[in-house]
């Protein structure tokens, strides 16, 4: 394996991933440097915090234009939590955030209907249902609920979520609160997670070695 280049923002739970992607025997390097990136093998692109914050970094940081440049290469490109969500072209997030716009579609406020009192942030371990076939979601447990899918615990923390404008974006989903939400999502060489691989114990490290072993 090469080496994954892991973004380096300021968004921070930069060093959980670079150890994980250690621990599954991959070099991980945590940067900001663009020429690291654009030699890089893979790059993930993890990150916790708010959409604006988010973007501004990478806008200064000038990796904004490193994500399309990786994206258009064909490398493999992994995003992770607010990694899912700024990767579309908008967020409701601080009142209306332009995003990257490398998929298309935007990233809404969770918004419930129905009796129940539900926590925002969503947060916690939660049961997602992958659609078969994506190399980097595989090797899950047996389908449930008649589906057809593999469903696998992951853990989350998250307040909005993406919503995109192709519903053939979404690789698996997840409910909360009665909203079911994209919580895996991609296209060609690009695929992004709503929650923590990093924390999601071995389910979660199957999808990020699954994910250094793809191919696309």
């Known amino acids: 394996m090469g080496i994954t280049a892991i973004l380096d923002y300021d968004a921070g739970n930069l060093t959980s991933v670079e150890r994980a992607v250690r621990h599954l025997g991959s070099e991980g390097r945590v940067t900001r440097d663009p020429q690291v990136i654009r030699d890089a093998e893979r790059v993930i692109f993890p990150g916790v915090g708010a959409a604006r914050s988010a973007m501004e970094s990478l806008r200064r940081l000038g990796l904004d234009e490193e994500l399309h ?8 490109v992994l995003g992770i939590c607010i990694g899912c969500q700024i990767i579309f072209e908008g967020s409701e997030e ?10 298309p579609g935007k990233v ?34 047996p389908p449930t609920g008649g589906t057809g899918a593999p469903a696998d615990q992951f853990y989350f923390v998250h307040s909005y979520y993406p919503v995109p404008a192709d519903p053939s974006l979404v690789l698996g989903d997840c409910e909360y609160g009665g ?12 695929i992004a997670v709503q929650f923590h691989t990093e924390k999601s114990g071995p389910p979660g490290l199957r999808v990020l070695e699954n994910f250094l072993r793809w191919r696309p």
């Open 69 to 76: 440049r990786a994206v258009r290469s064909g490398r493999p």
């Open 94 to 103: 601080d009142g209306g955030t332009p995003c990257l716009g490398l998929l």
């Open 108 to 141: 809404v406020r969770f918004r419930f209907q129905g009796p129940g009192h539900w926590k925002i942030p969503h947060m916690g371990w939660n049961t997602v249902r992958f659609s078969p076939g994506h190399p980097v979601l595989s090797g899950g447990p």
């Open 179 to 190: 909203c079911r939400f994209a919580a895996a999502v991609g296209r060609e060489n690009l």
